[in-house]
């Protein structure tokens, strides 16, 4: 199990599209800069004590999820984004900004069952079959540290990504509500801070329910 603090001196350029081929890749670290530290609190740096993480199965994430950058852009989530700016240090059109960076992606569901995820591009499923691959304490340059829980392929569809890397601000083995998906062909490259998240909320949900859970969060 791995308990590894990184520095982010070095973090590498990411693109807002998030593709699965190793070219892809490549044209992301070509242009991603660094930016989310994956809290949703402005109350100073949230650190992490090793000592309280425990490692968690892919089990924790077994669900049908649709991604919510479409109810950013069909302005479902526009309360969201003022109730952001009453009590942030951002504009409403910059947080705006800010989470059009972080959710966009072209992968618009992902179904994870057993060992399967099974990513939905355009209702195109492309499928892979994953295995623990330990965590990672990463610190970022807000101070604030977070974990990603990581996954490799092990087999499925050579269009599968390589590493998943998991972050939903829970360190012991609990059932997720929402999440902010990485993934790639290079394990180090995307254990990084990125300004592009893809998040993802149950697809049973409907965009109010997802705003009215951001609301209250």
Do not use: C
Not at 81 to 99: I, L, P
Request: proline share 4%; aromatic share 10%; net charge negative.
């Amino acid at each position: 199990m791995q308990r590894t603090t990184l520095n982010q001196a070095g973090i590498i350029a990411l693109g807002a599209m998030i593709a699965f081929s190793t070219q892809a890749t490549a044209q992301q670290a070509a242009t991603q800069t660094p930016s989310h530290t994956h809290t949703h609190k402005a109350e100073g740096p949230s650190l992490i004590n090793a000592a309280e993480i425990q490692a968690r199965p892919l089990s924790d994430w077994a669900a049908d999820w649709q991604s919510i950058h479409p109810y950013l852009n069909d302005g479902t989530l526009d309360a969201v984004m003022t109730h952001k700016a009453e009590n942030g240090e951002k504009t409403v059109e910059e947080y705006h900004a800010y989470y059009q960076a972080g959710y966009k992606t072209d992968v618009e569901r992902i179904l994870i069952n057993g060992s399967t995820v099974t990513f939905f591009r355009d209702g195109t499923p492309i499928q892979g079959e994953y295995e623990d691959d330990g965590y990672e304490i990463l610190t970022y340059e807000s101070g604030n540290q977070g974990v990603r829980f990581l996954f490799k392929k092990s087999g499925g569809d050579v269009e599968a990504p390589a590493s998943i890397q998991f972050s939903d601000h829970k360190i012991v083995p609990t059932k997720a509500d929402h999440y902010h998906l990485y993934w790639g062909n290079d394990r180090a490259q995307i254990l990084t801070e990125w300004t592009n998240w893809p998040t993802y909320f149950p697809i049973e949900m409907s965009g109010e329910d997802i705003a009215n859970e951001m609301l209250a969060h």
